[in-house]
């Protein structure tokens, strides 16, 4: 559910964490374009996305970013 995460954003933008978890779950509804968002805020704000999550998204999306 997303809306969880988004509400945790709302309240600490800066969390990079939140933006990871809410990107695994657009990438679980099939939400691509929105959980490349949320990789990329995550990366910005210095947090981590594990490679393997990465790559299984790279597949699933037909992108590299």
């Known amino acids: 559910d997303t809306s969880a995460h ?3 954003i709302r309240h600490a933008p800066e969390g990079a964490e939140a933006y990871n978890n809410r990107g ?5 509804k099939g ?11 995550c990366q910005r704000l210095g ?3 594990h490679p393997e ?7 699933a999306s037909g992108r590299e970013k």
């Open 53 to 59: 999550a990465l790559d299984i998204l790279r597949k």
């Open 47 to 49: 947090g981590e996305v």
């Open 24 to 28: 695994i779950a657009y990438f679980e």
């Open 31 to 41: 939400g691509y374009d929105k959980a490349w968002a949320d990789v990329g805020a």
């Open 6 to 8: 988004t509400e945790q």
